[in-house]
T-cell receptor, first 110, second 113 residues
Framework: GENVEQHPSTLSVQEGDSAVIKCTYS??????FPWYKQELGKRPQLIID?????GEKKDQRIAVTLNKTAKHFSLHITETQPEDSAVYFC?????????FGAGTILRVKS | NAGVTQTPKFRILKIGQSMTLQCTQD?????MYWYRQDPGMGLKLIYY???????DKGEVPNGYNVSRSTTEDFPLRLELAAPSQTSVYFC????????????FGNGTRLTVT
């Protein structure tokens, strides 16, 4: 099936700590894995993505790691700041559809 | 570029009424999508299109219809609105299926009472 499981559903961290969100999928043919950030009342926006020919990609404080064998990928945010508080979604392509995970509410406490 | 434009921003419908949510993009994207997002929940795919004249069902198509007569426009039609269709509706587009980010519109907040 077109399964995308995302964990945890909520995550509270202290400012400056790291946050990790994991996404598991079921289709071994999928080869593009994006992460979106949605602030309250706003539209989702892409923050980072990775293709299956690489295992890790970094962009400043954000990184994504991919384990294709185990069919999971993770979002890593280091040195979290209050503005990182938002809902984060992973997504996986199944055929022509892009299926989203259920989302993770990240709260960064200052 | 305006990106993806959705109208209206807000709408209140009575049960049984119909309406069309408009979506247009000016990026010459082939792929267009309609998602709904219920309060505190994730994004569920309603319908999608891979090009003009081609549409297909997503995860939750019941109660909706779409058309794609041009590359730019992808309207979503609600027939016989029901309270279960109260949600925020996002239209999105992308250049390709993979390796290409989704560009979302600002959403339409629909309430059915």
């Amino acid at each position: 099936g077109e399964n995308v499981e995302q964990h945890p559903s909520t995550l509270s961290v202290q400012e400056g700590d790291s946050a990790v969100i994991k996404c598991t999928y079921s289709d071994s043919a999928s080869n593009y894995f994006p992460w979106y950030k949605q602030e309250l009342g706003k539209r989702p926006q892409l923050i980072i993505d990775i293709r299956s020919n690489v295992g890790e990609k970094k962009d400043q404080r954000i990184a994504v790691t991919l384990n294709k064998t185990a069919k999971h990928f993770s979002l890593h945010i280091t040195e979290t700041q209050p503005e990182d508080s938002a809902v984060y979604f992973c997504a996986v392509p199944y055929g022509n559809k892009l299926v989203f995970g259920a989302g993770t509410i990240l709260r960064v406490k200052s | 570029n305006a990106g993806v434009t959705q109208t209206p921003k807000f709408r209140i419908l009575k049960i049984g009424q119909s309406m069309t949510l408009q979506c247009t993009q000016d990026m010459n994207h082939n792929y267009m999508y309609w998602y709904r997002q219920d309060p505190g929940m994730g994004l569920k795919l309603i319908y999608y299109s891979v090009g003009a004249g081609i549409t297909d069902k997503g995860e939750v198509p019941n109660g909706y219809n779409v058309s794609r007569s041009t590359t730019e426009d992808f309207p979503l039609r609600l027939e016989l609105a029901a309270p279960s269709q109260t949600s925020v509706y996002f239209c999105a587009s992308s250049y390709a299926r993979e390796n290409s980010p989704l560009h979302f519109g600002n959403g339409t907040r629909l309430t059915v009472t």
